[in-house]
Every structure is written in structure tokens, then in C-alpha cells.
């Protein structure tokens, strides 16, 4: 039974940094085979692709993320990590791991939450 539980939210200034953190357990084999995926989820809105990591470490990002955000994972440590740096109040939401198969992270984040199959509680960010 695969499990992904995040970790790292909480609440920052306008201007701060956080970074999350996705343990994946119940992977026996073929983490590193994964497309591995941050998603985000806002009240009233829909969830929304963030950033993606492929099986060969390309990474894709939505636009409006892009040169704030990092997206990294350790194979070893089978853990995904986003780094959110100049966060915005209109980047606070629920944050969600997810992972799945994909042919590249750019179709993965276009794909969108179809591409995934495995999902965290997710991790709340409050940028104020």
C-alpha cells in the first residue's frame, strides 16, 4: 500500500520561504521510476498543478511559480521536496504530493491531476 505523507507547511510573510516535504513509503521497488508531482489547492478553487520531477529528473512548473519555486526529490530517501522562496499571500493554499507514471514532466503538469494515481492529506501554506 503505497503512502505519501507531506510535511513543512505553516504560516509566513509575504517575501518568505518554506520548503515542503513528501515521504513516500510502501514502494518496494520503483520510486525512482515515478513522476513525482506538487499540487496545490486553494478554497473555492480547483486543484492546480505546481511543479512536476520525471523519472530522469527533468522538471516542469506553472508559469506562476516559475524562478520562486524548486522542485527536487532523493531517490534514496524516496522524498520529494518543493522549495518555495518570495512566496505570495495568493500562495497559500493546500499543498498536495502526488505521485504517478509519465512520459515527460511537461506533459505530466499538462496532464494535470489525471497523470497522478497516488495522493498525500496535504500541508497547509499561509503566506499573509
Known amino acids: 500500500h503505497v503512502q505519501l505523507v507531506e510535511s513543512g507547511g505553516g504560516s509566513v510573510q509575504a517575501g518568505g520561504s518554506l520548503k515542503l516535504s513528501c515521504v513516500a513509503s510502501?514502494?518496494?521497488?520503483?520510486?525512482?521510476?515515478?513522476?513525482m508531482g506538487w499540487f496545490r489547492q486553494a478554497p473555492g478553487k480547483e486543484r492546480e498543478g505546481v511543479a512536476v520531477?520525471?523519472?530522469?529528473?527533468?522538471?516542469s512548473y506553472a508559469a506562476y511559480v516559475t524562478r520562486r519555486f524548486t522542485i527536487s526529490r532523493d531517490n534514496a530517501k524516496t522524498t520529494l521536496y518543493l522549495q518555495m522562496n518570495s512566496l505570495k499571500p495568493e500562495d497559500s493554499a493546500a499543498y498536495y504530493c502526488?505521485?504517478?507514471?509519465?512520459?515527460?514532466?511537461?506533459?505530466?503538469?499538462?496532464?494535470?491531476?489525471?497523470?497522478?494515481?497516488?495522493w498525500g492529506q496535504g500541508t497547509q501554506v499561509t503566506v499573509s
Open positions: 520531477i520525471d523519472q530522469n529528473g527533468a522538471t
Open positions: 502526488a505521485a504517478g507514471y509519465c512520459r515527460t514532466a511537461i506533459w505530466a503538469l499538462g496532464e494535470g491531476r489525471s497523470a497522478f494515481g497516488s
Open positions: 510502501g514502494y518496494i521497488y520503483g520510486y525512482s521510476r515515478r513522476c
